[in-house]
């Protein structure tokens, strides 16, 4: 049963930290499934949240009049016409125009139910980082934790860059302070592979929280290097359009 969002996430859906990383997981997702042709694409969400949240007008409006990524808001006018903001795998599978095989995990039981049954394949692992231990090669692994595994983030960011064989991988960090956003560049600076990295200054309001946030990419080493550069200029627009929203009005 698809049950409506609830109360219980730890933060405002539609935050400028959701605008980054589902601006990031749609031209990602749209990138991959033009490489697959008409096969599926393999997608793991093992942070998966709810399969759609609850969010007031402003929203809506700030994403309708002033987030120039066309396609997230294509993409989200549907939910945002009815109140509904959705959540990653969901904007994952239309961003992959149906053509996606999702394996999903949330430490949450409840946000699992919100998916339909057959939806997703729920993946029996203990916690979400547990499926960089996994040999399977996925398209796309989106690990979007809170900020939990900011002790854990370099052995996180070490072992996407070991798979990279396997699967690109897309995290995404919420970060406290300059010197943690300082920390993460120099990891990922230190991994040795060809990865992105995307930073949102956040000034702080109520909708949007406290914190500043983070996103990287790891592109899958198959990947043609040449298509991947040109993924990184999309990502790098949807970046600096979250920021434009971050510096004001
Ligand atoms: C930021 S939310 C995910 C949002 C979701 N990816 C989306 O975009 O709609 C983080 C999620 O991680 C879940 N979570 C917290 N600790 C976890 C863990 N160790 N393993 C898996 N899920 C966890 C929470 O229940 C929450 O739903």
């Known amino acids: ?11 405002n859906p539609g935050n400028l930290g959701d605008l980054l990383k589902h601006g990031w997981l749609v031209e990602i997702v749209r990138f991959l499934r033009r490489l697959k042709g008409g096969e599926p694409l393999h997608y ?8 759609e949240y609850d969010v007031g007008d402003e929203v809506a409006r700030r994403i309708r009049d002033r987030f120039h990524v066309l396609t997230f808001r294509r993409l989200q006018e549907t939910f945002l016409a009815r109140g509904k903001y959705a959540g990653s795998v969901t904007l994952a599978r239309l961003a992959a125009e ?3 095989r999702a394996s999903i995990f949330d430490s949450n039981p409840e946000a699992l139910a919100s ?19 996994s040999k399977e090669p996925y398209d796309l692994i989106f690990l979007d934790p809170y900020d939990d595994i900011r002790d854990v983030a370099q052995l996180v960011l070490a072992k996407s860059a070991a798979r990279h064989r396997l699967s690109s991988v897309l995290i995404f960090f ?4 300059e010197a943690q956003r300082g920390v993460l560049t120099t990891a990922v600076d230190r991994l040795g592979v060809n990865c992105q990295l995307g930073f949102v200054m956040n000034p702080g309001s109520l909708q949007d929280g406290r914190y500043h946030f983070a996103t990287v990419f790891l592109p899958g080493s198959s990947l043609n290097l040449g298509a991947v550069l040109g993924l990184f200029g999309e990502l790098n627009i949807v970046t600096a359009r979250v920021n434009a929203l971050a ?3």
């Open 98 to 100: 149906g053509n996606l």
């Open 44 to 51: 793991a969400d093992t942070f998966c949240g709810f399969a």
């Open 1 to 11: 049963m698809r049950e409506s969002s609830e109360s219980k996430v730890r933060y």
């Open 115 to 133: 998916f339909h049954s057959g939806e997703a394949e729920i993946l029996e692992i203990r916690s979400g980082c547990d499926i960089l231990d």
């Open 247 to 249: 510096a004001g009005p």
């Open 174 to 177: 919420p970060v406290k302070t």
